[in-house]
C-alpha cells in the first residue's frame, strides 16, 4: 500500500492545476505516494477540512503532511491533532505562516475567517521548514536564529513563492522523508 502525501496549499491556491509546488511535487515523486491535494477557500471551516484530512490518514502508518505558506499553519494543525492521537506523520512546511505576526505587510488585508482559525506557532518543532530570509510576505529571519526541538530549517537564496523550488527543494524534500520513514 502506497503511503498518503497530503498537501495544504496556501492562501488563493485552492485549483490543483494552478499549485506550481504540488504539481512539481507529484512529477518528482511520481506514483512513489498516493497524493490528497486538500482544497480551501477563505470561508472554509477548518475543523472541518482538518476533521476530513484526519480521516483520509486514518489507516496510513505515517502520512506525510506538506503545507505551503497559509497552509502549512493548518498542516501544523493537523500534525499536532494526529499526534494527540499517538499518531505519527512526517511534516514538511514551505514558506509557512505559523503565526500572523509574522507577516511583513501587516496592512495588505488578509481574510479574517481564515485567520481566527488559525494558531499562533511560536515554538515550532519536529518538521522540515523550507523557507527564505527575502520573503517579501513574511518575515521568517527567527526561524533561522532559534533553535527549535527536531526543527529541520532549510534555507534557500529565493522568494515566497519559492520560484525556484523544482530545483531548490524537492531533493531536500525526498531526503527529509526517506529519513523520517520508517519501513
Known amino acids: 500500500m502506497r503511503r498518503n502525501f497530503l498537501y495544504i496549499h496556501g492562501l488563493q491556491r485552492d485549483?490543483?492545476?494552478?499549485?506550481?509546488?504540488?504539481?512539481?511535487?507529484?512529477?518528482?515523486?511520481?506514483?512513489?505516494?498516493?497524493?490528497?491535494?486538500?482544497?480551501?477557500?477563505?470561508?472554509t471551516d477548518f475543523s472541518k477540512l482538518l476533521n476530513t484530512a484526519e480521516a483520509n490518514l486514518e489507516k496510513d502508518e505515517i502520512p506525510i503532511i506538506y503545507g505551503d505558506?497559509?497552509?502549512a499553519n493548518f498542516a501544523y494543525q493537523l500534525r499536532e491533532r494526529l499526534k494527540a492521537k499517538n499518531k505519527k506523520s512526517i511534516l514538511i512546511l514551505s514558506s509557512p505562516l505559523l503565526n500572523s505576526k509574522q507577516r511583513i505587510q501587516a496592512e495588505l488585508r488578509f481574510p479574517e475567517a481564515v485567520k481566527k482559525q488559525m494558531l499562533e506557532i511560536t515554538s515550532p518543532e519536529n518538521a522540515l521548514v523550507i523557507a527564505s530570509k527575502k520573503d517579501q510576505i513574511l518575515q521568517q529571519n527567527w526561524l533561522f536564529e532559534k533553535s527549535f526541538p527536531n526543527l529541520e530549517v532549510f534555507e534557500v537564496d529565493d522568494n515566497h513563492q519559492l520560484s525556484n523550488y523544482e530545483k531548490n527543494s524537492l531533493e531536500i524534500i525526498e531526503n527529509y522523508i526517506d529519513k523520517n520513514i520508517i519501513y
Do not use: C, E, M, P
Open 15 to 43: 485549483d490543483i492545476h494552478v499549485s506550481r509546488k504540488y504539481l512539481h511535487l507529484v512529477k518528482h515523486f511520481k506514483d512513489r505516494f498516493n497524493y490528497i491535494y486538500s482544497a480551501w477557500i477563505n470561508q
Open 69 to 71: 505558506s497559509t497552509g
